[in-house]
Every structure is written in structure tokens, then in C-alpha cells.
Nanobody, 123 residues
Framework: QVQLVESGGGLVQAGGSLRLSCAAS????????MGWFRQAPGKEREFVAA????????YYADSVKGRFTISRDSAKNTVYLQMNSLKPEDTAVYYC????????????????WGQGTQVIVSS
């Protein structure tokens, strides 16, 4: 059974940092793209960042470029999202996803999803 389990969310002041983790299990993800998406209340789910497990190519939304960093630890089968210089507009539920896709920006390209972790950034 495939599982993606997010952790690391919480409440932080603007300008602060958080590191989200996504622990993947249940299959080999070597050929997958791992993505982070977020959804704020009343808004659609939006792309944040992605990384190809093989090769490590990374992709970022313009809104987080230079502030967020996605990385992976193959030994731990875990993907991370380091979030720095957080802003109130980063407040959302953050989801980890995995898919065999060459189109990392679209949610419908991902097959597996985690339950999400809440991030709240106070001003």
C-alpha cells in the first residue's frame, strides 16, 4: 500500500522558517516526480515545488522561488520542503504527491497524495 505521510507543519511568524517532510512507502519511487502543492481556504490547489527522484531536477512556482527549497533523501525515501522567509500568503494545507509525470506543475498528473499538513503564517 502506497503511503505519503507529511509532517512539519505548524504556526510560524512572518519571516520565519519551517521544514516539511514527506515520507514515502509502499513502492519504488525511483522514476517518479515528487511534488508539493498547497491549498488555502476557498482557493484551488496550487503547485509549489517538485523534484524528479532520479536526477534531482527541481521546479518551483514563481511565488516561492528563492524562498523554498525542495530536496530528497533516497536512503530515507523522504522528500523535504524547506520554507524560509515565510509570508502570511503562504498559509495553506500543504500536500505531498507522487506521479510518473514529465509535467510537474499540474495536480492531475500525480497519482498518490498525502493527507496534508497545515502551515499558518501569522503577520
Amino acid at each position: 500500500q502506497v503511503q505519503l505521510v507529511e509532517s512539519g507543519g505548524g504556526l510560524v511568524q512572518a519571516g520565519g522558517s519551517l521544514r516539511l517532510s514527506c515520507a514515502a512507502s509502499g513502492r519504488t519511487f525511483s522514476w517518479h516526480t515528487m511534488g508539493w502543492f498547497r491549498q488555502a481556504p476557498g482557493k484551488e490547489r496550487e503547485f509549489v515545488a517538485a523534484i524528479r527522484w532520479s536526477g534531482g531536477n527541481t521546479y518551483y512556482a514563481d511565488s516561492v522561488k528563492g524562498r523554498f527549497t525542495i530536496s530528497r533523501d533516497s536512503a530515507k525515501n523522504t522528500v523535504y520542503l524547506q520554507m524560509n522567509s515565510l509570508k502570511p500568503e503562504d498559509t495553506a494545507v500543504y500536500y505531498c504527491a507522487a506521479g510518473l509525470t514529465t509535467l510537474p506543475y499540474a495536480p492531475n498528473q500525480y497519482t498518490y497524495w498525502g493527507q496534508g499538513t497545515q502551515v499558518i503564517v501569522s503577520s
